[in-house]
């Protein structure tokens, strides 16, 4: 192409033979290494013809050069290692290759930018550099601003893809085993990661999952790759509008068929054979028939058919879970399986010769058969078609015979057929699984193609691969140049076309008309066709007519193409048949034919889908089916492929392309062993060199005027910075710098550089630094011999004056001189002392004056200040007396008042409940009279009965005769059950008395201690308890022997009623029983005369009581006499003053007392509330039961007029029982005088109580622990006694019962006695039965009485505590609403609240506090559905306000704070002692009364974590777009930048951020987060937690950049990071938030930024960095050390064998392989409880809320 650039070349070579000069380093080509770098010793002039170099060995070299072609100079060390090989100043192949070497081997960096291009070296070690954490690190980043990796490239890719609307590719290409197919992997993983979709069709899981199938099928063990692809792919990821995956479809290319049937030595067939073989012992592949891999000749053929480390089972399982992933099912497995079974054994069937033209195949062949058998066919017809052809001409039909060489290449080509076919079938199906219902938006393409290959023998596959990297190349020399055409367009700079390799001669050379591919085509048609005369013809048409064609000189069979890479000669042998691929017409029909219908659709004419969706999918594969047998229309494999490639060009051509280049470092797999031979050729073939070569025949180095600027303005004059303008001043610098301005072109934003001239550019900065180190260390340095010669000098003129002062003395001095020098010092001294005597005499004299009058003067002072103070304290000791006499009084007459007011109260009380229980009775005996009269009523309607019945009982007589044999019997053994019974009662009393002894023991010791001064009242009590627990038991033993009398009698109650069934109704004994009722009728009077002395018995209990009152009412008075006349109560109160009566109550006993008499009240209350309980369910329980006997009573009534035969034996049994019933009444008179004994007894323990209020306290503990167990006693008597009454119920039914039955057999007067104690009975227990509801009466009014009490007590003492008189008006901290107002309170309250409205000038947490007094008023309510309804719209409507504003920083934190306080109040107001420790009497007084809510509190606690970490979220979603810009980027130290060439990545980035963020934006930032939540009320604990999370998110983000930023691992660097470590502490400090722990979460980027600091040399700095950096891991060590990079020419570089040293010393190390840190973490969030010291009573609504409808309680 035209244009200047032959000019140019002659300056460059005119520059750089002024840049040959001494000191200055050159590359120089070597065998071993290609390059070797050389150090010029003498300069170099134009026209020498050697260079003078020594080597970096020592080794000194006369170079012979070429005036026209110089060795390349060396890039300054500064720029080795750059992340672009564009931003190296002298571009060139050296320069490449060593930079990479010091990137891959000392850095241990894989990825490197060579402008558009990835280059990704193969490590062959697995790297912690793909995990989640690393992509979530280069997603949304720039391509320039992170170190290079292979998700930058994806993350550029996707980001034009949504900027631009326009689809995207990502070419990967390489060698094979340089890593290929696992970039392609990780750029699809890394699409799937950032782009997931929402719904629930994993899509993303699925494209992955296509990756391990393909690669089983079609991936295997070659020589240079354990895992080669062996096709080529093109996978199109498609995205929506809103660009996220949604399906993906896949295209392939040019499958090496050829390796199912043959591999070369130590490789392996696909791997799918092998998890096959390894899983054929499994029972669902029983029916394959398959052994081991070593039992097949298609896997065994290499000798290899093991891969280290890897588990072929394992994989099997793992591809077996893909598939099922795809939705591809086990019977489409199961089918798959089939073919690729049937193909290892159809390389097992045995071909034999039979002499020279056949061969045959035997027909008991096992493998033959299992083929036949899996695939459906006929066996005989494969084994007659596999040895003999079909030769159809015009005229007839001809079989021919094949030889066993023939015949094993139709088997072989059957082979590749069937696996070609089903390999397309697998692609499909994955296609059809990752199909889509709707339309693709946009799309990104992977390409994981073939790179460039050239072996020792190349045939028809590295030919078409070639071929296809001739296209990709022109496709990417293309895009190059277009690039670099629109970039100078964009800088207005004005271009030449610029002389770029075009392959475009090759390119037709091969697809041209009459190319390589035509004649091979052509030559293929013919049915005589060979490879050599194909050749023939390439030589005819090409050899010295196509400079890119030649003829080997020593072979007849190969040709050599010269490719854009290299010259590759082809050896023509087996072009014709892989290009033909044909299998035999015959084998075909037979496979046609076949049952197995996945075998027949493969080779049909028309093929027909398998799958029910092939009408909608549109499969692009490169190997379309064949569409007719005809061999003129059958299309050749090169055509197919060259086709398929036409359309993947126009793809291509149609996206963005991004390359990334796979480098093999090595052919031995060792890891980060770099072979610059190896490495030098792949990048030739790849297209890297290309690349640098168009960059530097323009203007390689572009840099924008902001970094030329902070880079040189060391070399700029002061004049010249007085400019304000920037980019001026880099234009004038520049014109000063090069003279020649060809050199260098200024555009609207960067200024270009021709190559070489950055590298002046560093040596004129190098030097101007060397120069002013030199002048600094001149200074220095003359500054220091100055200050040396100074001293010495001083030092000097000392010693002079010294030897001189000696020298003098000595020549001076005699003893005439001594003499008289010795007699004037006599005078001086004697004169001298008697002046000296003259006034110290005179200042001694005028002292002891001064002193004198000073002395008397302040004795004088301090005895008038002692007589003042002794007069003082006279006055103070008679006040205060005064004062403490009045205190005193004061006091005792106030808690004489109180006792006395209580005492009052309670008398009056015991009145009451005296006269209520007289009121009772007098209902009970009116109750009496009235069943009295309906028992009358009764007996009246029996005589009537009897009557008749007299007449029946005459004929019963004999038969009563033997029923009384029997019954004496029985009554004989229940008697003796009696004895033993009562021997067990007896036995039972001792025990019982026994304990008793022991309480009374327990009980002496607690009164002794409690009560000295009542010792006679608790006697007595102790007593009293004594019998009443004696009489309990004793009653409970005895109902328990009734209750087992009781089940004999029912059983004797059955036995009589069968018997009376038989029975013949006689009317004589009727009549005779009539007569019986009538006597019964008399004993009436009786059962009067017991309801008299009943009365009789009320009316002296009542006496009693009123005796006691009496009694209590006399001693009260004595008592009352007895304080007042003892002390004046009124002087003393008088005396007493407020601030007297506030230290009383906090250091006197009265608060004491009232703390110790509250407990126990509240155990009493608890006790007495549980009795309560259960009596009133007694009660109930007992109606039911008399409900029942009267249905009971009616029946026997019934039962007793169809009876005929009573038995004598009955009256006996009746007898004894009336006999042992006679003990029950005096069993319910005990139980009533221990009730009342109880009762006496807990009046006196209340006035007992009462009166010693100031011990209560220190017993309370053990008094409470006696009431539990005597109320625990009495709980099991009373259940007792419940089932006592329950026994004595149905013994008064049976008794009925045995009444009616005996009522026709008693003639006598015994008979009458019987019934009318049985009726005594009775009536007795229905007696007890009201006295018990009469008692459960009594323990209701006690209850109440003691509550009335203690709100009598709790008043009085807060009258004395509170001596100023209460307003007219006060408030108890509630809010009165209506059920009706909730939704008002939420919407004004909650929802429609702004929090700037509210924090200004309010307590915190006011509208908390709001919720908290409407809370209350509904516990104040006893309102259960109101408090429900209010907790629950209150917790919506803070969830609704959280998540109409969950990206509000300021409303998050207002209800974070708001919810916090809430729960907090129901904490603090609760009730239990725990929240209650730091309340105030007030607030203890305003507790919930009668609802838990725990359970709301633990919903509000989930909300307010809820909210915290969402807050935590909006906070770290503002914070973190300036961490890095502001930390890490932003130079907050001046003049010390460390800005270098960043290359062409940087100029790519498709975001141009134009605000800067600094530290003062970060600062500023966490100042607003501050003072928003302290203004919020937030609490200081919640507040630091909140910091710390922060802290650690700019922490771990800023230790990630450096862990991926290589440019920002430097020394300067270091120092910016430590120095904004430090504004961050000082920040903590201003806000006092040291404690919260923020400072230590940057402690590992605190010690990163020292060890990018430290020295890196010697062995004592490792050990150094390994004890200090004890928060970084090792991984993390290493990697900084390895990513560390000189600013500056006067630094060093890290060397690897001191990284090494580090590693081995931290190898001892347990931590985490992990290399970034997880910025998504979260720490645990505590809510700790701290209560409000705002009183509810004094919260007041602003009238800003709208809650006028709110009422103050």
Aim: with cysteine.
């Amino acid at each position: 192409m035209a244009g200047s650039g032959c000019q140019n070349r002659k300056m460059l070579e005119d520059y750089m033979a002024w840049l040959l000069v001494q000191y200055n380093r050159v590359w120089i080509p070597d065998s071993e290494e290609v390059w070797q770098s050389a150090e010029i010793t003498k300069n170099y002039k134009a026209g020498d013809r050697f260079l003078h170099v020594q080597l970096e060995d020592g080794t000194e070299l006369n170079y012979p050069v070429d005036p026209a072609a110089l060795p390349p100079l060396r890039n300054p060390d500064i720029l080795v290692g750059e992340n672009d090989l564009t931003a190296l100043s002298y571009l060139h192949e050296p320069a490449v290759l060593h930079n990479l070497k010091v990137r891959f081997v000392e850095s241990r960096l894989i990825y490197t930018y060579s402008g558009i291009i990835l280059v990704a070296i193969n490590p062959y070690k697995q790297l912690p550099l793909y995990g989640d954490a690393i992509i979530h690190a280069y997603s949304g980043q720039n391509m320039g601003d992170m170190d290079p990796h292979i998700f930058a490239v994806a993350e550029e890719a996707y980001k034009q893809m949504a900027r631009n609307n326009k689809n995207q590719s990502i070419i990967v290409s390489g060698e094979s085993g340089a890593g290929k197919t696992v970039s392609a992997r990780y750029t699809m993983r890394y699409f799937a990661t950032v782009s997931k979709s929402s719904s629930n069709a994993h899509v993303e899981d699925k494209v992955l999952a296509s990756n391990p199938i393909t690669e089983a099928v079609g991936n295997a063990k070659t020589t240079r790759n354990d895992n080669s692809s062996r096709f080529g792919k093109y996978t199109e990821i498609s995205f929506d509008q809103s660009y996220q995956i949604i399906g993906a479809n896949m295209r392939t290319y040019l499958l090496e068929k050829s390796r199912v049937v043959f591999q070369s030595e130590n490789e392996r067939n696909y791997h799918i054979f092998y998890q096959l073989c390894a899983s054929a012992t499994q029972p669902e592949y029983k029916h394959l028939k398959l052994g081991s891999a070593e039992e097949f000749n298609y896997t065994r053929m290499g000798g290899s058919t093991v891969i280290e480390g890897v588990d072929d089972r394992a994989n099997m399982v793992e591809t077996q879970k893909t598939f099922a992933l795809l939705g591809l099912k086990g019977d489409f497995q199961m089918d798959v399986f089939k073919m690729l079974a049937a193909i290892l054994h159809l390389g097992n069937v045995e071909i034999t010769a039979v002499g020279d033209e056949r061969s045959s195949i035997s027909l008991k062949d096992k493998h033959l058969d299992i083929f036949c058998e899996l695939l459906d066919l006929n066996c005989d017809k494969m084994a007659q078609w596999l040895c003999h052809r079909k030769i159809i001409t015009t005229s007839e039909t001809v079989i021919k015979p094949m030889t066993r060489a023939q015949a094993v290449n139709a088997r072989d080509a059957l082979a590749k057929k069937i696996y070609s076919h089903l390999f397309d079938f697998i692609v499909e199906r994955i296609n059809q699984a990752l199909q889509f219902p709707g339309k693709q938006h946009t799309f990104i393409g992977v390409l994981d193609i073939y790179g460039f290959e050239t072996f020792d023998v190349n045939s028809f596959e590295q030919f078409c691969i070639n071929y296809a990297n001739e296209k990709l190349q022109q496709q990417f020399n293309l895009h190059v140049f277009k690039l670099e055409q629109e970039e100078y367009m964009k800088e207005d700079i004005p271009w030449t076309l610029i002389d770029f390799y075009d392959n475009q001669r090759v390119i037709d050379l091969i697809e041209a008309k009459m190319g390589i591919l035509e004649l091979l085509d052509e030559e293929c048609l013919l049915p005589h066709g060979t490879d050599e005369n194909w050749l023939q013809k390439l030589y005819n048409n090409f050899v010295n007519k196509n400079a890119l064609f030649e003829k080997p000189r020593m072979s007849n069979t190969s040709f050599i193409i010269q490719h854009f890479a290299d010259k590759v000669e082809y050896k023509c042998e087996g072009f014709l048949e892989k290009n033909r691929d044909t299998v035999h017409e015959v084998l075909i029909e037979i496979l046609k034919d076949s049952k197995f219908r996945l075998c027949a659709d493969f080779f049909q004419d028309g093929p027909v889908s398998i799958s029910p969706f092939s009408s909608t999918i549109n499969i692009k594969s490169a190997r379309p089916v064949l569409k007719s047998p005809n061999k003129q229309l059958r299309m050749t494999v090169g055509s197919k492929f060259r086709n398929s490639l036409s359309l993947l060009m126009v793809t291509l051509n149609a996206t963005t392309p991004h390359y990334v280049r796979c480098i093999k470092p090595n052919d031995e797999k060792l890891p980060f062993e770099f072979d610059s031979k190896r490495v030098a050729q792949q990048l030739r073939a790849c297209g890297v060199l290309e690349t640098i070569r168009i960059s530097a025949q323009s203007y390689p180095s572009r840099w924008t005027y902001i970094e030329f600027f902070s880079r040189y303005s060391i070399l700029m004059t002061q004049q010249e910075l007085s400019i304000n303008d920037k980019k001026q001043i880099c234009k004038i610098v520049l014109q000063r710098l090069i003279q020649d301005h060809n050199q260098y072109q200024f555009g609207r934003t960067k200024i270009f550089f021709r190559a070489g001239q950055v590298a002046y550019l560093e040596k004129l900065r190098s030097d101007k630094l060397r120069h002013a180190c030199i002048v600094i260390q001149k200074s220095v340095r003359g500054w220091l011999q100055r200050k040396k010669f100074l001293h010495i000098k001083q030092a000097a003129l000392t010693i002079q004056q010294y030897f001189r002062g000696q020298r003098t003395v000595r020549q001076a001095i005699t003893a005439r001189t001594l003499k008289e020098t010795w007699a004037a010092i006599i005078i001086q001294k004697c004169c001298r002392g008697y002046l000296v005597r003259r006034l110290c005499q005179l200042i001694h004299v005028a002292a002891v004056t001064i002193q004198a009058y000073t002395r008397g003067f302040l004795a004088r002072r301090k005895y008038r200040k002692m007589l003042e103070e002794h007069k003082a304290v006279i006055l103070q000791k008679y006040a205060r007396a005064w004062l403490a006499r009045r205190r005193f009084q004061s006091i005792r007459r106030f808690v004489l008042n109180i006792q006395l007011s209580y005492r009052v109260q309670q008398l009056q009380k015991k009145i009451e409940e005296q006269s209520r229980e007289n009121h009772g009775l007098l209902e009970r005996l009116t109750s009496l009279a009235s069943t009295h009269m309906n028992d009358v009523d009764t007996i009246q309607k029996l005589e009537l009965d009897l009557e008749k019945l007299t007449a029946q009982k005459r004929t019963c007589e004999e038969k009563g005769k033997k029923d009384k044999e029997d019954s004496e019997q029985k009554i004989l053994k229940l008697e003796n059950r009696n004895k033993e019974l009562q021997e067990q009662k007896k036995t039972l009393e001792i025990k019982l008395q026994e304990k008793t002894e022991e309480m009374k023991e327990k009980m002496d010791d607690l009164t002794k201690q409690l009560f000295n001064d009542v010792q006679k009242e608790e006697n007595q009590r102790i007593i009293l308890e004594k019998n009443f627990q004696n009489q309990k038991q004793d009653y409970e033993k005895e109902i328990e022997l009734l209750k087992g009398e009781i089940k004999i009698l029912k059983e004797e109650k059955n036995q009589l009623q069968q018997q009376i069934q038989q029975e013949i109704v006689i009317q004589d004994g009727l009549k005779m029983e009539v007569g019986q009722l009538t006597k019964q009728a008399q004993k009436i009077p009786e059962l009067q005369k017991e309801i008299e002395l009943l009365q009789t018995q009320k009316l002296d209990v009542e006496k009693q009581a009123q005796s006691q009152k009496r009694e209590l009412r006399e001693k009260m008075s004595e008592v009352t006499k007895q304080l007042l006349e003892s002390y004046d109560f009124e002087d003393v109160r008088s005396r007493l003053s407020t601030e007297d009566l506030e230290h009383l109550n906090e250091d006197g006993e009265l608060w004491f007392a009232y703390e110790g008499l509250k407990k126990a009240t509240r155990v009493m209350e608890s006790h007495f509330q549980s009795q309560k309980e259960i009596y009133e369910k007694e009660i109930e329980g007992l109606n039911f039961k008399v409900e029942h006997l009267s249905q009971d009573i009616n029946h026997l009534q019934k039962l007793f007029r169809e009876e005929n035969d009573i038995n004598d034996g009955i009256r006996l049994e009746v007898s004894r029982l009336t006999s042992e019933n006679l003990v029950i009444p005096d069993l319910r008179q005990q139980v009533s005088e221990l009730e009342n004994q109880k009762l006496d007894l807990e009046n006196r323990l209340q006035e007992q109580t009462v009166k010693l209020k100031g011990k209560m306290k220190e017993m309370s503990h053990r008094l409470h622990y006696e009431l539990e167990g005597e109320g625990t006693q009495r709980r099991s008597n009373e259940a007792q006694n419940k089932v006592n009454i329950k026994e004595e119920e149905r013994l008064k039914v049976n008794t009925q019962e045995i009444e009616g039955l005996s009522n026709g057999l008693m003639q006598d007067e015994t008979q009458d006695e019987v019934q009318s104690k049985i009726k005594q009975e009775t009536t007795r227990l229905t007696v007890e039965n009201m006295d018990l509801e009469e008692k459960l009466d009594m323990k209701d009014r006690i209850i109440k009485k003691l509550e009335d009490q203690i709100k009598t007590l709790t008043k009085t003492i807060e009258k004395a505590e509170v001596h100023v008189p209460n307003s007219s008006k006060e408030y108890i901290g509630m809010m009165e609403y209506k059920k009706e107002d909730e939704e008002r309170i939420i919407q004004n309250l909650i929802l429609d609240l702004k929090p700037r409205g509210v924090v200004v000038n309010m307590i915190p947490g006011l509208p908390a506090h709001i919720l908290f007094m409407c809370v209350r008023y509904a516990d104040y309510l006893n309102d259960a559905d109101m408090l429900k309804s209010f907790m629950s719209v209150t917790i919506d409507g803070i969830k609704q306000v959280v998540k109409e504003h969950s990206e509000d920083f300021e409303m998050l934190s207002f209800w974070l704070s708001n919810t916090y306080y809430f729960l907090n109040c129901l904490k603090q107001y609760s009730g239990e002692e725990e929240f209650m420790k730091c309340n105030t009497p007030r607030q203890n007084k305003n507790c919930l009364k009668h609802f838990d809510l725990s359970e709301y509190r633990q919903i509000l606690s989930d909300l307010a974590i809820r909210i915290y970490y969402q807050f935590i979220v909006v906070m770290e979603n503002s914070i973190q777009p300036m961490i890095v810009p502001g930390m890490l980027e932003y130079e907050s130290l001046q003049g010390i930048s460390g800005l270098k060439p960043t290359g062409f990545r940087k100029r790519s980035s498709s975001i141009d951020d134009t605000d800067t963020y600094t530290m003062t934006s970060i600062l500023q930032q966490l100042s607003y987060f501050y003072s928003t939540m302290c203004q919020n009320g937030l609490d200081s604990e919640l507040l630091k937690q909140a910091v710390k999370q922060l802290f650690f998110l700019i922490g771990a983000i800023i230790l990630n950049s450096l862990f991926l930023r290589k440019d920002m691992c430097s020394c300067r660097k270091g120092m910016q990071i430590r120095c904004n470590i430090s504004y961050l502490e000082e920040w903590l400090k201003d806000k006092n938030l040291q404690s919260s722990n923020a400072k230590e979460t940057l402690e590992p980027l605190s010690q990163a930024a020292w060890l990018l600091q430290v020295k890196k040399i010697t062995d004592d700095d490792a050990k150094e960095i390994c004890e200090h950096c004890t928060s970084l891991s090792t991984v993390q060590i290493v990697k900084i050390l390895n990513s560390y990079t000189p600013i500056d020419d006067f630094e060093k570089r890290v060397t690897p064998s001191f990284v090494r040293k580090v590693q081995a010393m931290l190898n001892n190390r347990e931590d985490a392989p992990q290399l970034m840190l997880d910025t998504k973490y979260l720490f645990q969030v505590t809510f700790p409880f701290t209560p409000s010291p705002h009183a509810l009573e004094l919260i007041q609504v602003p009238s800003s809320f709208k809650l006028g409808f709110l009422t103050r309680v």
